[in-house]
Every structure is written in C-alpha cells, then in structure tokens.
C-alpha cells in the first residue's frame, strides 16, 4: 500500500494538470514557443531585409544638405597692403542632390540575386532547426512517458518480491524450503529497490529534459500510450531518397551555398570593371560674401572609373572566392552523399525498430505465460525452487523494460525517418 501511494504522489508531480496533454499539443507548444526556433525566426526576417538592402544599389538615392554660419573678418587688406573695408556675413546653402549609379561590372545584380538565394537559404535554416527542435520534442515527450512506465514496472517487480519474501519466510518456517531460498529472495528484493530507486533518477532527468525542450509539463503523458502514428511515410528506401533529394533542408542549404558562391565571383570580377553614374545637384547660396549676395547653382555630372591597380587587392580577392567556390561545390558533394547515407540509416533504423518491438510483444507474451505456470507449480509443490522463480520473474521484468523501450524506440524511428525526407515540419504535422 505504502508503495502504491509513493507512485500516485510521483505520477501527480511530474505529470498532473487541469488538461491532459497529447504527442501532438506539444509539439505545437515546442512550435510556438521554443526560444531557438524563434530566433531562426527572426533570422529570416533579418535575411528579407537584406534583399531590401540590395534592391537599393538600382534606386537613385537622394540627398538634401545644407548649413548656417557666421563669418566675421577683423581686417582685410589688398596687395598693396591698403586696408579694404568689409562687413561681417551670415552665409545660408541650400542643396539638392540626386544620383543614379549606371553600370556596377554586374555586382548590383549579383548582389541582389545572392541575397535573394539568402532568404531561401534563411527559410531552409528554419526548417532544419525546426526539424532537430521538433525532433527533440519527441525523444522528450517519449522519453518522460518511458521513464513513468518503467518506475511504474519497478515498483510492481518490488512489491511482488516483497511478496515473495515474505512467503518464503512462511515456507523456511514450515520446511519447504531452505535458509538459501529464502536469501535468494531476499537479494532479489534489494536488487530490485536498487533498480526502482535508479528508474526514479531518471524520471526525474526525464522531466528536466522536457521542460528544457517543451516547456513546463502540463498534462499525464501517459496519453501518449493511445498515440498512432498517422502521417505519410515512404514506402521504400527508393521513394524516401527521391523525396529528401528534394525536400532536405540541409542538402538544398548545400546547393544554395555553391549557387552563391558562384555570384560572390561575379562580385570580385566586378571590382576590377569599369562603373559609371550620374548626378545632378541644385545648390542655392545667400550672404556668400561682401561682394555676392546669392547664387544659384545647377550641376549635371557623368562620372565614369576603371580601377586598373589597387596593391594587388582586387586579383587576390578573386582568387579567393574562386577557392571558397571550390570549396562549397566539395561541401555540396559530401552534403548529396551525407542525405544519403543519412535516409538509409533512418530507413534501417525504422524497420528494425518496427520488426524488434513485434518481436519483443511476443516475448512479453511468452514470458507471462511462462511466469505465471512456474508461479504455479512453485506455490504447489511440484519441483520449482525458488531460483526458478526468480529466474522467472526477471525475464519479465526484463522484457517488459524491453518493451517500454522498443515502443518508443519506434516511434522515434518513425518522426527520424520523416526528418531524414524533409518532412518533420508543422505544416506536414498540422501544428498550425
């Protein structure tokens, strides 16, 4: 009794709310709230200005300047040395200047386009990390789920060897069995406390785990006992490798990479180019001197430059981002075999997990059955020892364990699988 009540109060603290909370709710939850996520976020928002950044260099820009002074001159003379008579002056500009840049050796556009090629780079950052977070999200939600079953298992493998014990004792009194029956139950028992006291550790690390990836637990999260996995998965290796060629954020970030690096070429080619602009400014001026008292003045200007030699800069600098090209179309290689050897370990790893917790059902069953007949024929008489019981009760409480495991272990296979393909998203998920 005393250790069905320590289970109720550990299920209330760790997994007790007004509202039961599913799989689902909190992925959404993690979704919405999860801070990393959020500052990729706003990671792409910062790329959306960057674009408007560069559609600048094509708009004229405008500049309206102007300044107030005052001039007073204690003495003025002429070249003959004669003092010339003078007043002070309060000199006002006023001006108006627009240029338009004509011809930037193609940089302007290849800036535009690298940029444009940043917010898709941006975007498909969001979804990588909003695949890992979700991902996490997962492994911690089962995770928390998993260690409430396993302390669950632990405490009922210890109250049954406290049974044991104790029937033992009765039996050693009577005779039927021996000093050393009784002392193999009674180790048994210590070790299972042992396991008990270890499986509630990690509860208590499972929770921790959550909060950090979740977010505070707000609900029984043995809800998640009733959840069936319904999203759409390949139905081959072939099919999935096809769909994350694709829709895999981290190759696509691989192509999008060399894409620009192919335009920060361009861009160092343009800085041995010619350029040329256009500008006109409008300057008005009153008080400017003694002798003037206003001007007006309207300047046209086309202006054109060749940078033929600046230290060796320019060529170095082309050199160099000719090499970072390189090195993006190597990294774009190993990224092409990395998805690949990346969607074939999640298809491995799927099926095995799928095959593996059918198998363990089966074992589970067995080993109940299999218990509960030694059980019996121990109780009556009829050549069981007590190390037969034993040995019984651990494979078990063993294969129970394996299960808890082997069903989250699947579930995990089945949302890695669909993170390998590109597909581990909130739209693909309904979370929004």
């Not at 260099?57 to 003379?77: M, R, W």
């Not at 975007?123 to 996490?136: A, G, M, P, V, Y």
């Not at 690096?261 to 800085?271: G, H, T």
């Given at each position: 009794m005393k250790k069905l009540l320590l289970y109720i109060i550990i299920v209330l603290f760790f997994s007790f709310s007004a509202n039961a909370e599913t799989l689902i709710q909190a992925l959404k939850e993690t979704y919405e709230k999860n801070p990393k996520l959020n500052a990729e976020r706003e990671n792409l928002?910062?790329?959306?200005?960057?674009?408007?950044?560069?559609?600048?260099?094509?708009?004229?820009?405008?500049?309206?300047?102007?300044?107030?002074?005052?001039?007073?001159?204690?003495?003025?003379?002429?070249?003959?040395?004669?003092?010339?008579?003078?007043?002070?002056?309060?000199?006002?500009?006023?001006?108006?200047?627009?240029?338009?840049?004509?011809y930037q050796g193609l940089a302007g556009l290849a800036s535009y386009e690298k940029n444009f090629i940043g917010l898709e780079i941006a975007k498909l950052n969001l979804k990588k990390?909003?695949?890992?977070?979700?991902?996490?999200?997962?492994?911690?939600?089962?995770?928390?789920?998993?260690?409430?079953?396993?302390?669950?298992?632990?405490?009922?493998?210890?109250?049954?060897?406290?049974?044991q014990v104790e029937t033992d004792k009765n039996r050693l009194e009577n005779g039927e069995i021996s000093l050393t029956d009784l002392a193999q139950s009674e180790s048994s028992l210590l070790g299972a406390k042992a396991q008990l006291i270890e499986s509630e550790n990690n509860l208590i690390i499972s929770k921790l785990n959550y909060q950090k990836t979740i977010g505070k637990v707000n609900g029984n999260s043995e809800v998640y006992q009733k959840y069936i996995f319904n999203f759409d998965l390949p139905k081959s290796l072939a099919s999935a490798t096809s769909i994350s060629k694709n829709?895999?954020?981290?190759l696509n970030i691989a192509i999008l990479e060399?894409?620009?690096?192919?335009?920060?070429?361009?861009?160092?080619?343009?800085?041995?180019?010619?350029?040329?602009?256009?500008?006109?400014?409008?300057?008005?001026?009153?008080?400017?001197?003694?002798i003037y008292d206003e001007s007006d003045k309207g300047v046209f200007k086309a202006e054109a430059s060749w940078p033929f030699y600046s230290g060796g800069k320019n060529t170095a600098n082309l050199k160099k981002y000719k090499s970072l090209r390189n090195q993006k179309l190597l990294l774009l290689d190993d990224a092409k075999k990395n998805n690949k050897t990346n969607v074939a370990n999640a298809w491995?790893?799927?099926?095995?997990?799928?095959?593996?917790?059918?198998?363990?059902?089966?074992?589970?069953?067995?080993?109940?059955?299999?218990?509960?007949?030694?059980?019996?024929?121990?109780?009556?008489?009829n050549n069981r020892s007590t190390l037969d019981v034993i040995q019984s009760n651990s494979i078990l409480l063993d294969s129970k364990i394996d299960l808890v495991n082997a069903e989250r272990n699947f579930i995990i296979s089945q949302f890695n699988l669909l993170a390998?393909?590109?597909?581990?998203?909130?739209?693909?998920?309904?979370?929004?």
């Amino acid at each position: 009794m005393k250790k069905l009540l320590l289970y109720i109060i550990i299920v209330l603290f760790f997994s007790f709310s007004a509202n039961a909370e599913t799989l689902i709710q909190a992925l959404k939850e993690t979704y919405e709230k999860n801070p990393k996520l959020n500052a990729e976020r706003e990671n792409l928002n910062i790329s959306s200005q960057e674009i408007k950044e560069a559609k600048s260099e094509f708009l004229p820009s405008i500049t309206i300047s102007g300044y107030v002074s005052n001039e007073k001159t204690k003495k003025l003379t002429n070249r003959s040395g004669n003092e010339v008579h003078t007043k002070d002056v309060n000199p006002e500009q006023k001006s108006f200047l627009i240029e338009q840049k004509i011809y930037q050796g193609l940089a302007g556009l290849a800036s535009y386009e690298k940029n444009f090629i940043g917010l898709e780079i941006a975007k498909l950052n969001l979804k990588k990390t909003e695949q890992e977070i979700l991902l996490d999200a997962v492994a911690a939600y089962t995770g928390l789920y998993s260690s409430n079953e396993l302390v669950k298992i632990n405490l009922s493998n210890e109250s049954l060897l406290e049974r044991q014990v104790e029937t033992d004792k009765n039996r050693l009194e009577n005779g039927e069995i021996s000093l050393t029956d009784l002392a193999q139950s009674e180790s048994s028992l210590l070790g299972a406390k042992a396991q008990l006291i270890e499986s509630e550790n990690n509860l208590i690390i499972s929770k921790l785990n959550y909060q950090k990836t979740i977010g505070k637990v707000n609900g029984n999260s043995e809800v998640y006992q009733k959840y069936i996995f319904n999203f759409d998965l390949p139905k081959s290796l072939a099919s999935a490798t096809s769909i994350s060629k694709n829709e895999s954020p981290e190759l696509n970030i691989a192509i999008l990479e060399h894409k620009q690096s192919e335009l920060d070429v361009k861009i160092a080619q343009s800085e041995l180019s010619p350029s040329a602009s256009i500008s006109y400014q409008l300057t008005e001026t009153d008080d400017t001197s003694t002798i003037y008292d206003e001007s007006d003045k309207g300047v046209f200007k086309a202006e054109a430059s060749w940078p033929f030699y600046s230290g060796g800069k320019n060529t170095a600098n082309l050199k160099k981002y000719k090499s970072l090209r390189n090195q993006k179309l190597l990294l774009l290689d190993d990224a092409k075999k990395n998805n690949k050897t990346n969607v074939a370990n999640a298809w491995s790893i799927f099926q095995s997990s799928k095959s593996l917790l059918d198998s363990v059902k089966s074992q589970v069953r067995a080993a109940e059955i299999a218990n509960e007949g030694i059980i019996h024929e121990y109780d009556s008489g009829n050549n069981r020892s007590t190390l037969d019981v034993i040995q019984s009760n651990s494979i078990l409480l063993d294969s129970k364990i394996d299960l808890v495991n082997a069903e989250r272990n699947f579930i995990i296979s089945q949302f890695n699988l669909l993170a390998s393909i590109g597909r581990l998203t909130a739209s693909n998920l309904r979370l929004k």
